[in-house]
């Protein structure tokens, strides 16, 4: 019975917006006695997400070690990866702060009456950065959700695994161990998702209709999507572009119609472990080295998920200003850090999206209600990411091919 529930929880998802649309119009007073589901969805959502983020990160890195037997190919990989996802991120930035499509948008009755003041919302210091990313106490950090101090933590203790492979084994099997313990505990979470979902969809159309602000809400939603997908699409082009530089023989035409079978693949599934299989053989066709494209292409699939870290970066960006909060350019790029970080240690496991909305979020101080506005949008963009994710990844492949023997 579960296991039909999980494969069939998009469609419930999509019926429990439905349903709760209607009812937040037809009958707006009944959420405010439902609001006690979505807090607990929410604080459990927080109970699992830095956990796997600091468990994810000590084994990535910690397991570095093995990536040494193939030297220069690992490392320009990696390296294309890293530059590949700041500029992704950095994409969403500057589109987000170039375009304002905040105004006319009620922000308590979107993020269902949440309040964000200014004592809450005021950013990190940069006069004290360092001090506040290396904590004296991770404990301390856990508990107060503070994801930067949690995430230098984890690089730094994955790294001195990595550097004493034999004595920190065991760790990094007990770090194996948790992490997959807490994704089955998010897992049996997830199953609240559509009943929590109805109650923060409800609640926020519920209040944008009393305050006759629906209409707006529903078109800044719509103007949201439409910018992000204008910034994959420049993160697309690029790409696109490089590759043409790279080698002239390939023509816009001859690149695109290879990459259909991808693009079709990659938006039906939705999943780049998926479209993997015919992106080895699409790349080697189009003149990738199979010995760049066998090891890239899997490392991509599990580490890179730059349009993911874009859509990460414009939330938050799009959320503050709807409440009327701009961040400085050093708070800003303690965002983007945060979204990469957080993107590549949560790469590659289930619900990855929610966990880094929820570490992300919760360091801006956004309310996690509006990861509820989200999800629905989600099952909508997700295809156009995974599209231009696994090209970008085979586009990589192609790039990095020219720069080894």
Excluded at 303 to 308: D, I, L, R, T
Excluded at 327 to 355: F, K
Excluded at 384 to 395: D, P, S
């Amino acid at each position: 019975m579960f296991k039909l529930y999980r494969q069939h929880q998009g469609k419930i998802i999509l019926i429990s917006v439905l349903a709760a649309f209607i009812l937040g119009i037809v009958f707006p007073h009944i959420f405010a006695h439902l609001e006690f589901i979505s807090g607990t969805f929410i604080n459990l959502l927080k109970l699992c997400a830095l956990p796997i983020v600091l468990t994810s990160l000590i084994v990535t890195i910690g397991n570095l070690q093995k990536l040494h037997e193939l030297k220069k190919v690992a490392r320009n990989s990696i390296v294309y990866i890293f530059i590949t996802e700041i500029i992704a991120v950095t994409i969403g930035l500057i589109v987000f702060n170039a375009v304002d499509i905040s105004g006319g948008i009620n922000a308590e009755s979107l993020l269902s009456g949440a309040k964000y003041t200014e004592s809450t919302s005021t950013a990190i210091d940069p006069s004290h950065i360092f001090n506040y990313i290396f904590s004296s106490n991770i404990f301390h950090s856990l508990a107060n959700f503070d994801v930067l101090p949690v995430v230098a933590f984890s690089i730094m203790f994955g790294i001195t695994c990595a550097l004493n492979q034999e004595k920190a084994r065991p760790i990094l099997d007990v770090m194996v161990s948790t992490r997959e313990m807490f994704l089955s505990l998010l897992n049996g979470v997830m199953y609240l998702a559509p009943i929590a979902i109805f109650v923060l969809i409800g609640t926020s159309v519920a209040d944008s209709y009393l305050s006759g602000a629906l209409g707006a809400n529903l078109i800044g939603l719509l103007k949201f999507v439409g910018l992000f997908f204008a910034g994959l699409f420049i993160h697309f082009l690029w790409q696109l572009l490089l590759v043409m530089a790279l080698y002239r023989h390939l023509g816009i035409k001859r690149i695109l119609s290879e990459a259909m079978p991808i693009f079709m693949t990659a938006f039906v599934s939705s999943s780049s472990l998926a479209t993997l299989p015919l992106a080895l053989e699409k790349a080697v066709e189009l003149g990738g080295k199979r010995k760049v494209v066998n090891f890239m292409l899997p490392i991509c699939a599990s580490m890179n998920f730059a349009s993911g870290m874009m859509y990460e970066m414009a939330a938050c960006l799009f959320f503050m200003h709807i409440l009327g909060i701009h961040p400085d350019l050093s708070q800003q790029i303690l965002l983007a850090l945060a979204c990469i970080l957080t993107g590549i240690a949560v790469g590659g496991i289930p619900e990855t999206s929610m966990v880094s909305f929820v570490t992300v979020f919760g360091m801006a101080n956004i309310p996690l209600s509006a990861i509820a506005i989200l999800m629905p949008l989600d099952r909508i963009v997700d295809r156009v990411r995974t599209m231009v994710n696994i090209f970008g990844n085979t586009c990589g492949t192609l790039i990095v091919s020219k720069t080894v023997d």
